[in-house]
């Protein structure tokens, strides 16, 4: 059996939709449950609920105090009782066979989690869709998923497989009700809204060992987001905290360029392959110089507190009030994988960020992100150029050779400077700006 999860507060009347979608479903009642689970809604919800109750197998609970969608997706599964779970949300109505897409046959091996598809419908649309599902080929292009795209391309599709846990949204995904239970369900220090199912679809990521092949998108699968008043600045507000905890909770680069920036899927998703190739070509380049090497060069006091970022790190970095993210040594609890691009040191945390290579392959978006997170924890940042290391267009891999077109481009903002430079490297040096004597403040 199929247990339908929808947690709710308020949104009476999309939930009355969605509820009457769920009724007319190819799938026979005995085939499904909805779990419809209340999040202490002012409106009267359990009226809506019992007004679908003759043509649903369905079950009302209730939170007395409101909890946030992650817990009342745990209470939804909790209380059911289907091998399968499928999450929805109250505005998401479900086309006719959208249940039987996300049921599963006997011995059907397929990928673990499903991920349906949702239209965003226009008023012509979803005045249409009261009626009767509307026809593809009569939906307007700003209707579809932005999840569509990389059906048309393989090669693209392949990008996004690779990051496929950052396209899972629970109004409208399916998994095993063990599934759910192995990673522990929804994280509930998620209470406003926004990123708990993305935390949730990366812990699966993280369960079948960074594959995403356990994701499958099946367009399919339809629903239609119904429509409502969104208040996305004070949404966005609260929800700018969950940024910070994503990344200290993971400590991976995965996360850290996810969130940076937030709003742009699509580029991150095919971004963090292209990285992914570039450390892969950085950690066994010969022309690669020793982080031993580069603190000799540097002269950092050993007093120093100083956070260094790169390959073989750990062992060469001064002892110390020193912390290192050595992407040369097994990602762990004590040893994050994170570019520097944000990073969950406090501010003033060091006296110098030091980055060994790394840095030259990231985009000009994300480069501006790691000198500015790097002059946040830390006084100065110190960018280390290998010149052997160099782009080779058989690679296809890009890396910054110019030092001085990128001296020019910080400048204006920050000290900057060449601090070290013989045959075989250069560091870069950044600072902030002290402001000018007498400057307005």
Not at 210 to 235: N, Q
Not at 276 to 289: K, M, Q, T, Y
Not at 355 to 363: F, I, P, V
Request: charge should be negative; glycine fraction near 8%; include cysteine.
């Amino acid at each position: 059996m199929l247990s339908v999860i929808i947690p709710t507060y308020n949104q009476a009347d999309c939930l009355d939709l969605t509820l009457g979608s769920l009724a007319r479903q190819s799938a026979g009642r005995d085939r499904f449950e909805v779990v419809v689970v209340d999040d202490a809604s002012v409106q009267d919800v359990h009226a809506v609920v019992r007004r679908h109750e003759a043509g649903l197998n369905l079950r009302y609970v209730r939170h007395e105090a409101n909890r946030g969608r992650s817990a009342a997706r745990n209470s939804g599964a909790a209380a059911a009782t289907g091998d399968r779970l499928l999450l929805m949300d109250a505005d998401s109505l479900a086309a006719p066979d959208l249940v039987e897409r996300h049921l599963r046959a006997p011995g059907d091996t397929g990928p673990e989690v499903v991920y349906g598809r949702r239209i965003e419908p226009t008023w012509g649309t979803f005045a249409a869709l009261r009626q009767a599902p509307p026809d593809e080929r009569d939906l307007l292009p700003m209707e579809g998923d932005h999840r569509d795209l990389p059906q048309s391309d393989p090669g693209v599709f392949d990008v996004y497989r690779r990051t496929g846990w950052m396209f899972g949204f629970t109004h409208n995904l399916s998994l095993s009700r063990a599934l759910y239970e192995q990673i522990g369900g929804f994280d509930e220090s998620f209470v406003q809204w926004g990123y708990e199912d993305t935390d949730f679809t990366y812990r699966i990521y993280r369960h079948f060992g960074r594959d995403s092949s356990c994701f499958r998108y099946d367009p399919a699968a339809l629903c239609y987001h119904a429509p409502h008043f969104r208040d996305w600045t004070t949404e966005w507000e609260k929800t700018k905290p969950v940024l910070p905890y994503l990344v200290d909770k993971y400590r991976h680069y995965d996360i850290e360029f996810f969130t940076h920036p937030s709003d742009n899927h699509r580029r991150v998703a095919r971004t963090l392959p292209f990285y992914e190739d570039c450390r892969e070509f950085l950690r066994d380049h010969p022309g690669r110089v020793a982080a031993d090497r580069v603190h000799k060069a540097v002269g950092l006091p050993d007093a120093a507190r100083s956070l260094w970022i790169g390959f073989d790190v750990a062992a060469a970095a001064p002892a110390g009030a020193t912390a290192t993210i050595d992407h040369g040594a097994d990602f762990g609890p004590d040893n994050p994988h994170l570019f520097g691009v944000r990073t969950p040191y406090a501010d003033g945390s060091f006296d110098s960020a030091v980055h060994l290579d790394l840095w030259r392959m990231l985009t000009p978006i994300d480069l501006s992100a790691l000198i500015m997170d790097s002059l946040r924890i830390a006084d100065s940042a110190l960018l280390v150029m290998s010149k052997q290391v160099r782009r080779d267009a058989g690679d296809g891999i890009g890396m910054i050779d110019d030092l001085g077109y990128f001296l020019s481009l910080v400048t204006p903002r920050y000290e900057a400077g060449i601090a070290y430079d013989d045959p075989e490297m250069a560091v870069v040096r950044l600072a902030r700006r002290e402001p000018a004597a007498g400057a307005a403040r």
